[in-house]
C-alpha cells in the first residue's frame, strides 16, 4: 500500500514537474517581442503563407531571415502556432490565442499597477495619458477660457482615475469632457467640442449589406464621408434655423456632405477647354498630361479625360457644349468619329462618382449643326447605351433651329434602350435647369441647385389662406437664400485653395463665370390645387401663378441684397419622397393621400406619351406646362412617361409631336435591369431571361 502511495506521489510529482516546464517555455516565449507580434499577425490577418508572414513582421532583408526561422521554429514546438501542410500556411492555435489574450491582460494590469494609463489616439498611436493635452484641446478647439478649460479637466481626471479604466481613448475622453460642459451649463462649448463620424453599430450595418454599394468600395467610402460631412454641415455650418428646417422638413439639401465642396451642376464649353489645353499644374499627378489633339485619337482623349476630371467636381451634372464643332474637321471621318465618340462615352462611364445617383456627363447636341457629325454622334451614343445597364452619360438635344424628326429614327432607339436624352430649345441641363447666363453657350457657368421648399407643407400650415401661404414662403425663402450665398463663398474659396482644380485653373469661373443660386419648389400643384382647396381651373390657375411670382420676387430682392444672381425652378429631387413621407407622419397619411397622384409629391409636369397624338397648344398639359416655363427662370422639367408596351416607332411619333408644342421635355422609359447580371431588356419581364433572377428593376 504505501510503495503504491510513494509510486502516485512520484507520478503527480513528473506530471507537475513536466507542466511547470512546459508553462515555463511558454513564458520564455512570450519573452520576445517579436513572437508576440508574429502571434498578433496570425490572429488579425488569419492564415498566411511563410513569406507573407515574414514580410507583415517586419524581416524583409535576406540577413534577418534566420532569425524569423528561429521565432517561428520556437512559436511551432509549443504548439502557439500550427502549419497547415496541404495549404502550406501558418495559423495561430487556440493556445496561441489564449497566451495573446493573456499578454494583453499582464500588460494592461501593469499599467494600472503601475499608477499610468495610456490613450489609444485617432492619429494610430498610444500615448501616456496627459492631462495637459485636455486643456490645450479645450483652448484651442473649443475658444474656453483658460481657467475654465483647468477647471474642466480637473473634473475630467478626476472622473478617469475613479473609473480605474486603463483602456482610454480619445473618443472616450472627449465624450467625458463634452459630459462636464453639459452638466455645468456650457452647452455652446460642448457644441463647438462635438466629434463626428459613425457608431460602430452602423459601420457594422454598411459592412454587412455591402451588396447594396453599386460602386464598390469607393461608394462605400463615400457613403461613409457623406454622412460625417452632412452631420457637420447640419450641426456646425448651416445656421439654426435653417438647420432646423431641413431636419423638419421644411426643406431640403440635396447631397449635405457635399454642399460646401462641390458646385451641383457645371455648364462649360469642352472646344474651349481642350484647345487651351488642360492645365492640372500640381494635382492629379496620377493623370496623363495630354498634348493639344492633332488627330482624331488625342481628340477623343482628349473628350474623355476632360469629362471624367469635369464629373468629379460637380455632385449632379456637367453640361458640357463644343462637342459637334471640335470634331468639323473630321468630317470626313464620320465611321472612325462614331467609333471614338462610343469608347470616349464608356471611358467616361468607368469614372467614379459620387453618390447612387452618379454624377451625369451631358453633352449638348445643336441639331441645326452639321448633320453628318450630330448623326455619328447620336449613333456612337445609341452603341454606347446599348451596353451599359444604367448610362452616366447624356446627351441635350438642341431643337432650338432645327426640326427633332432629321433625327428622331435614332433617337427613339435611343430612348427604347434606356438613354439619358433631354430636348431642349435653347441651354439646359438633364433635369430641365436653365444655365443661369443665358445663351451665352461660350462662358462657364455653375448652377448651386441643392435646396427644395416644401410647399405642402407651407399649405398645410397656412389654413387655407393664400395670402399666408405666399408669406409664409417668403419668410422660409429668406434665411434658406443666405444659407446659399454662404454656400457659394465657401465653395468659391475651396475651389481657389485647390479642391476643384479644373473649375480653378482652366474654365477661370471666379473670373469669367457666373454662379447662379437656384430654389426649387416641390410639390406646388399639391399645395395650390389641393391643400389650399383651390380647383385647376382659371382662378386656381391665378392663384399658382401669384405663388411663382411671389418666389421669384423673393428671390430677386434677396438676391439683389447679397449681390447673387437667384432664379426660381420645378424640377426633380429626392426631396420630393422625402417631403410626402414626412408629411405623412405628421399629418397623417389619410391627409395627403387625396392630393397626392404617384407615391410622392410632384417635382415638374408629367405628359403622357400615349395621349401625345391627340394634344394642341391648348391642351391642359400642354398649356400648364409652356405657362410655367415662361413664368420659371430657373427651369421646368416636363417628363414624357413613355408606356412599357410603346416601341421605337411609337416614340419616334411622340417626340416629334412633343417637339411641336413643348420649349423643353424629357422622355423617361422604364427599361427592366437584371440586379444579378446587369442585363438590360427593353421590355418588361418579371425574371431575367439569361440567369432567371427575380431581381429585376428599372
Same mark, same amino acid.
Given at each position: 500500500m504505501e510503495l503504491s502511495e510513494d509510486f502516485g506521489d512520484q507520478k503527480r510529482g513528473g506530471i507537475l514537474q513536466s507542466a511547470s516546464k512546459r508553462v515555463r517555455m511558454i513564458f520564455s516565449v512570450m519573452a520576445s517581442p517579436n513572437r508576440i507580434d508574429i502571434l498578433r499577425i496570425l490572429?488579425?490577418?488569419?492564415?498566411?503563407?511563410?513569406?507573407? +508572414?515574414?514580410?507583415?513582421?517586419?524581416?524583409? !532583408?535576406?540577413? $534577418? @531571415? %534566420? /532569425?524569423?526561422?528561429?521565432?517561428?521554429?520556437?512559436?511551432?514546438?509549443?504548439?502557439?502556432?500550427?502549419?497547415?501542410?496541404?495549404?502550406?500556411?501558418?495559423?495561430?492555435?487556440?493556445?496561441?490565442?489564449?497566451?495573446?489574450? +493573456?499578454?494583453?491582460?499582464?500588460?494592461?494590469? !501593469?499599467?494600472? $499597477? @503601475? %499608477? /499610468?494609463?495610456?490613450?489609444?489616439?485617432?492619429?494610430?498611436?498610444?500615448?501616456?495619458?496627459?492631462s495637459h493635452k485636455i486643456i490645450q484641446s479645450l483652448v484651442r478647439e473649443g475658444s474656453l477660457p483658460l481657467e475654465l478649460a483647468q477647471k474642466i479637466t480637473e473634473e475630467v481626471e478626476n472622473r478617469i482615475y475613479k473609473f480605474q479604466t486603463s483602456y482610454l481613448t480619445s473618443s472616450l475622453i472627449r465624450e467625458m469632457v463634452n459630459s462636464v460642459l453639459l452638466e455645468q451649463g456650457h452647452e455652446d462649448y460642448r457644441h463647438r467640442l462635438a466629434r463626428f463620424g459613425l457608431p460602430a453599430?452602423?459601420?457594422?450595418?454598411?459592412?454587412?449589406?455591402?451588396?447594396?454599394?453599386?460602386?464598390?468600395?469607393?461608394?462605400?467610402?463615400?457613403?461613409?464621408g457623406q454622412t460625417v460631412f452632412g452631420e457637420y454641415l447640419v450641426l456646425n455650418t448651416l445656421p439654426k434655423d435653417v438647420a432646423d428646417s431641413h431636419l423638419s422638413g421644411d426643406i431640403h439639401i440635396t447631397n449635405a456632405g457635399l454642399w460646401s465642396l462641390l458646385p451641383d451642376a457645371i455648364f462649360v464649353n469642352i472646344k474651349e477647354l481642350i484647345e487651351d489645353g488642360i492645365d492640372l499644374r500640381g494635382k492629379f499627378l496620377g493623370v496623363?498630361?495630354?498634348?493639344?489633339?492633332?488627330?482624331?485619337?488625342?481628340?477623343?482623349?482628349?473628350?474623355?479625360?476632360?469629362?471624367?476630371?469635369?464629373?468629379?467636381?460637380?455632385?449632379?451634372?456637367?453640361?458640357?457644349?463644343?462637342?459637334?464643332?471640335?470634331?468639323?474637321?473630321?468630317?470626313?471621318?464620320?465611321?472612325?468619329?462614331e467609333e471614338k465618340l462610343a469608347n470616349s462615352f464608356a471611358k467616361i462611364s468607368a469614372v467614379s462618382?459620387?453618390?447612387?445617383?452618379?454624377?451625369?456627363?451631358?453633352?449638348?447636341?445643336?441639331?441645326a449643326t452639321e448633320p453628318k457629325i450630330v448623326g455619328a454622334i447620336l449613333a456612337a451614343y445609341k452603341n454606347y447605351v446599348k451596353s451599359t445597364p444604367v448610362p452616366t452619360v447624356g446627351i441635350i438635344v438642341d431643337y432650338e433651329k432645327a426640326k427633332i424628326s432629321d433625327f428622331s429614327g435614332i433617337l427613339a432607339e435611343?430612348?427604347?434602350?434606356?438613354?439619358?436624352?433631354?430636348?431642349?430649345?435653347?441651354?439646359?441641363?438633364?433635369?430641365?435647369?436653365s444655365k443661369g447666363d443665358g445663351k451665352n453657350s461660350s462662358s462657364t457657368s455653375i448652377n448651386l441647385q441643392s435646396l427644395s421648399i416644401n410647399m405642402p407643407r407651407l399649405a398645410f400650415e397656412s389654413n387655407k389662406d393664400e395670402t399666408y401661404f405666399r408669406a409664409r414662403l417668403a419668410l422660409l425663402m429668406k434665411p434658406a437664400l443666405a444659407a446659399m450665398s454662404l454656400r457659394k463663398?465657401?465653395?468659391?474659396?475651396?475651389?481657389?485653395?485647390?479642391?476643384?482644380?479644373?473649375?480653378?485653373?482652366?474654365?477661370?469661373?471666379?473670373?469669367?463665370?457666373?454662379?447662379?443660386?437656384?430654389?426649387?419648389?416641390?410639390?406646388?400643384?399639391?399645395?395650390?390645387?389641393?391643400?389650399?382647396?383651390?380647383?385647376?381651373?382659371?382662378?386656381?390657375?391665378?392663384?399658382?401663378?401669384?405663388?411663382?411670382?411671389?418666389?421669384?420676387?423673393?428671390?430677386?430682392?434677396?438676391?439683389k441684397e447679397m449681390g447673387d444672381n437667384v432664379t426660381i425652378s420645378i424640377t426633380e429631387s429626392d426631396a420630393a419622397s422625402r417631403f410626402s413621407s414626412l408629411d405623412g407622419e405628421k399629418y397623417g397619411k389619410m391627409s395627403i393621400h387625396p392630393h397626392?397622384?404617384?407615391?410622392?409629391?410632384?417635382?415638374?409636369v408629367i405628359v403622357d406619351a400615349s395621349e401625345m397624338e391627340e394634344m394642341t397648344h391648348k391642351s391642359e398639359k400642354i398649356a400648364e406646362s409652356n405657362h410655367l416655363s415662361k413664368m420659371l427662370n430657373g427651369g421646368l422639367l416636363v417628363q414624357l412617361k413613355i408606356p412599357d408596351t410603346m416601341d421605337s416607332s411609337g416614340i419616334k411619333k411622340a417626340i416629334e409631336k412633343a417637339g411641336e408644342l413643348l420649349g423643353s421635355f424629357r422622355p423617361v422609359k422604364r427599361v427592366p435591369i437584371c440586379g444579378n447580371c446587369g442585363l438590360k431588356e427593353e421590355k418588361t419581364a418579371e425574371k431575367c431571361p439569361v440567369c432567371k433572377s427575380p431581381y429585376m428593376f428599372a
Open positions: 490572429n488579425s490577418k488569419g492564415p498566411l503563407t511563410y513569406s507573407e +508572414l515574414k514580410s507583415l513582421a517586419g524581416f524583409k !532583408s535576406k540577413k $534577418e @531571415s %534566420g /532569425k524569423f526561422a528561429y521565432h517561428l521554429r520556437k512559436l511551432l514546438r509549443q504548439s502557439l502556432v500550427a502549419l497547415n501542410k496541404s495549404e502550406r500556411r501558418y495559423t495561430i492555435t487556440n493556445l496561441g490565442k489564449l497566451v495573446l489574450s +493573456l499578454a494583453r491582460q499582464i500588460e494592461e494590469r !501593469s499599467i494600472i $499597477e @503601475s %499608477g /499610468k494609463m495610456y490613450v489609444r489616439t485617432s492619429h494610430e498611436s498610444i500615448e501616456e495619458f496627459n453599430y452602423d459601420i457594422h450595418e454598411m459592412l454587412t449589406n455591402v451588396d447594396g454599394i453599386h460602386n464598390g468600395v469607393e461608394g462605400l467610402l463615400f457613403k461613409t496623363t498630361r495630354t498634348p493639344a489633339a492633332d488627330s482624331l485619337d488625342t481628340l477623343a482623349a482628349s473628350v474623355s479625360l476632360a469629362a471624367s476630371l469635369l464629373v468629379k467636381e460637380a455632385s449632379q451634372e456637367v453640361i458640357m457644349d463644343g462637342l459637334v464643332v471640335l470634331l468639323q474637321k473630321y468630317s470626313k471621318n464620320i465611321s472612325e468619329i462618382k459620387y453618390g447612387k445617383d452618379e454624377t451625369l456627363a451631358s453633352f449638348r447636341i445643336p441639331l435611343t430612348i427604347s434602350l434606356g438613354g439619358r436624352v433631354m430636348f431642349s430649345k435653347g441651354l439646359a441641363s438633364n433635369k430641365g435647369l463663398k465657401e465653395i468659391s474659396d475651396h475651389t481657389r485653395r485647390g479642391l476643384n482644380p479644373i473649375l480653378a485653373n482652366n474654365t477661370q469661373y471666379m473670373q469669367k463665370g457666373s454662379v447662379t443660386l437656384v430654389v426649387n419648389l416641390i410639390g406646388l400643384k399639391e399645395a395650390v390645387y389641393g391643400i389650399l382647396g383651390y380647383e385647376n381651373n382659371k382662378a386656381g390657375q391665378e392663384i399658382l401663378a401669384k405663388v411663382v411670382a411671389t418666389a421669384i420676387e423673393v428671390a430677386a430682392k434677396k438676391g397626392v397622384e404617384g407615391e410622392s409629391y410632384s417635382e415638374g
